[in-house]
């Protein structure tokens, strides 16, 4: 990894050297604005640790390349935006029923289809939690800076090897272009987690029974356990299932694993939000501008707040109930799109909080004014709940 | 009956002589490499895949290769349930992403023999872009296509290897597209070693497995199989001896014969298949240019 220090950073190289710092030797992807720098980078820096660089046919290929480094024992990650994104979702299906451990960074560009490639949005939240389908559980990181682009990346890699998923790692275009102060931490003082290997011999090992944690043990291919792995719904051994009992099961435990350890795995960040009548949740590059409409709406007297996720998947649930219990009136959700965590967000309040969107299409970030502006029309009833 | 357990098929007291045969001789001499909790099978009576994966786990034993150090990843469809009967480092993934997923796995840890051993519609179908770019690369693994020209799990589709006018339950009227020549896809692509046998060769496919097993590269093997349930019954082969014995008759070997000359064709009035072993030249791996362009930026670098 890079020697420990204050550089001067882009968010998509600060990504790259996280992914290093965790460890991460093996990288697949194709390139597309605006992520591309992160390919770049990977490919330069491979040869000094040895690591694989692959450049795939598409994205398709891409996240399945590394999820077959993955069982191949290398902590491998995978780089895109919004239509390649599009196309791992097939994979990132693959990876969450094979609880195959790795990293994919999406980089929000404008949507749909083709739309913006250099310009931010924040238009893929959902589908990272419901793009692929069937029901799954998942992690979903959402960096503000460069400096979170490497700290997260880590994160990310530590998450998805303790709890055997792909994670995302959900970046834009503003924060991934930004370039920004990042202090490299010694490598001493950087916490990486490696996937829990089975205790028991390859003859009584069941590769897909969890421990307590709901996590089961992972054994590599080529260790001799003669792992078999499917798609398809599958028992403890890893033999598929048609028997709706095992269905039950499986999809249960993936669920649950992320449900029930979601105490270990959520993060957010709180801004003034104790005495708060009105709460800002904010995420990404709109967290900055959202940061600052707080401070110059309490100058103004408004009683603002701010929430921002940091994990976005798991959602911080409890503690907006908890903030909408005790006298928070007002959610306003500020999001690069028409609107998607605001449904969250107004689920979770349970009905004791009124929630409203300050949406955009694309292309830039809210200006903080244009956040304060709409803080000012709530506390006056003058715009409408989301949904009228 | 929701499924179907090995065990129902058969009585106790033949589970009993088994169970004793077993531990006394092992069921079968390639015990070693099969998963016996998942047999039987599910692929259908006269089928070729029996012939061909009892062919590749032969080479396996004749190669000294061992289940530990031997990975196979298939896709999706008949031949894509051939890696949950092995007891090896087996995946079953995504319809069309074998591929792929065999460059991820054997770049990541070079020391496993992988096979990827999947169906003509998984390969070449969804999967087509995945083939040619691997043999480009000259990753170093084998390919072993099964073709049966059509989508067999799925009740008999037509498939990109299809002759024209056949019937298939998509191309009911008869079929109409141009099919693939799979060896001349596969040598076009950069394949490094490239035969067409049917499941009819066995010696011969025993052969040609061993060879592409220790030979480094991208290798590619197609072997087509009788399908009566799906594809020959409505192409006048209505079993799978009647499909072995028209194997039989009508193909030729031609060992070196150009790959771009040996697609399968309906119109030829002696309904020849070439088959034999076309390329078998030596390149180097996509590991081994990597390996010397990463040296020479080490040195560059300073690095060690």
Known sequence: ?388 | MSIRKSRDWFSPDYMEQRSKKESAYGLHPLDCYLRKDRIPHIWCPGCGLGVILNSYLRALKNSDISPKETAVVSGIGCTGRTAGYLDVDSFHVTHGRAIPFATGLKIGNRELVTTVFSGDGDLFAIGGNHFIHAARRNVDFNVICVNNFNYGMTGGQAAPTTPKKAQTSTTPWGGFEQPFNLPGVAAGSGAVYVARWTAYHVEKMIESMEEALNKKGFCFIEVLSPCPTGYGRKVGLKTGMETMKYYKENSKIKDGADPTKVALDPDDPECEIIVGKFVDKEAPTYQDERGEIFDQARNELGVK
């Not at chain 1, 931490?185 to 969890?210: A, G, H, M, Q």
């Open chain 1, 1 to 388: 990894m890079m020697k420990p220090g204050t550089y001067f950073m882009e968010g998509n190289t600060a990504c790259a050297e996280g992914a290093i710092a965790a460890g991460c030797t093996f990288f697949a992807g194709y390139p597309i604005t605006p992520a591309s720098e992160i390919l770049e980078r990977m490919a330069k820096r491979f040869p000094e640790f040895h690591g694989s660089y692959l450049q795939m046919e598409d994205e398709l290929a891409s996240i399945t390349a590394i999820l077959g480094a993955s069982w191949a024992g290398r902590k491998a990650m995978t780089a895109t935006s919004g239509p390649g994104f599009s196309l791992m979702m097939e994979n990132y299906g693959l990876g969450l029923m094979t609880e195959t451990p790795c990293v994919i960074v999406n980089v929000m560009r404008g949507g749909p289809s083709t739309g913006l490639p250099t310009k931010v949005a924040q238009g893929d939240v959902n589908q990272t939690r419901w793009g692929t389908h069937g029901d799954v559980g998942v992690v979903v990181y959402v960096p503000s800076s460069p400096q979170e682009m490497f700290d997260l990346t880590i994160k990310a890699f530590n998450t998805s090897e303790k709890y055997r998923l792909p994670v995302v790692v959900l970046s834009d275009e503003m924060v991934s272009h930004m370039t920004e102060k990042v202090d490299i931490p010694k490598k001493e003082d950087i916490e990486i987690v490696e996937r829990k290997k089975p205790e028991e011999p390859p003859e009584r090992s069941l590769p897909f029974c969890p421990d307590e944690d709901l996590v089961p043990p992972m054994a590599n291919a080529g260790e001799g356990y003669s792992v078999h792995v499917t798609g398809l719904t599958h028992d403890e051994k890893g033999h598929p299932s048609i028997d709706e009992e095992t269905q039950n099961k499986l999809v249960t435990r993936l669920i649950d694993k992320i449900r029930k350890n979601a105490d270990d795995i959520l993060e957010y960040e709180e801004y003034m939000v104790q005495d708060a009548d009105i709460i800002v949740v904010a995420y990404g590059s709109v967290y900055r501008a959202a940061r600052e409409a707080v401070e110059i709406a309490r100058d103004k007297g408004i009683k603002a707040g701010l929430l921002r996720p940091i994990t976005i998947w798991p959602f911080p649930e409890d503690r907006i109930y908890d903030l909408a219990k005790n006298g928070t009136d007002n959610f306003l959700v500020a999001e690069i799109n028409f609107g998607q965590i605001v449904f969250e967000v107004e689920r979770c309040t349970g009905g004791a909080a009124n929630t409203y969107l300050a949406p955009r299409m694309g292309g830039n970030i809210h200006t903080p004014e244009e956040i304060v502006d709409r803080m000012e029309a709530i506390e006056e009833g003058k715009i409408p709940d989301f949904k009228e």
